[in-house]
């Protein structure tokens, strides 16, 4: 289970994501839609602490993530793959999907 709470993450004066509040239940699916540049990739980021959130609370499975170490965040079992074809050129597209399992 994700829990997120009044999440926002600005960049200096930027703010790109403003009180977002979500629940998503275990075995859940939930798509992420919005135009280039409305905070998709940055809300996605902030879960699994690619991006420190500026404030909110984000908890899952009952660890609240924003306190928590980010390498017991991946202990965790979150991931992000990212929208590019490879995080790592030198490897295919299934091997750098097998790198997060």
């Known amino acids: 289970m994700i829990d997120v709470k009044n999440l926002s993450k600005s960049f200096g004066d930027h703010l790109v994501l ?59 079992g979150l991931a992000l793959c990212p929208e590019g074809r490879r995080v790592f050129q030198q490897m295919s597209v299934r091997e750098n999907l097998e790198m997060g399992g």
């Open 18 to 76: 403003d009180g977002i509040d979500q629940h998503i239940d275990p075995g859940e699916k939930v798509v992420v839609l919005g135009p280039s540049g409305s905070g998709k990739s940055t809300f996605l980021r902030c879960l699994n602490l690619l991006e420190t959130p500026t404030g909110g609370s984000i908890t899952f499975e009952g660890h609240d993530v924003t306190t928590t170490p980010a390498n017991k965040v991946v202990s965790l």
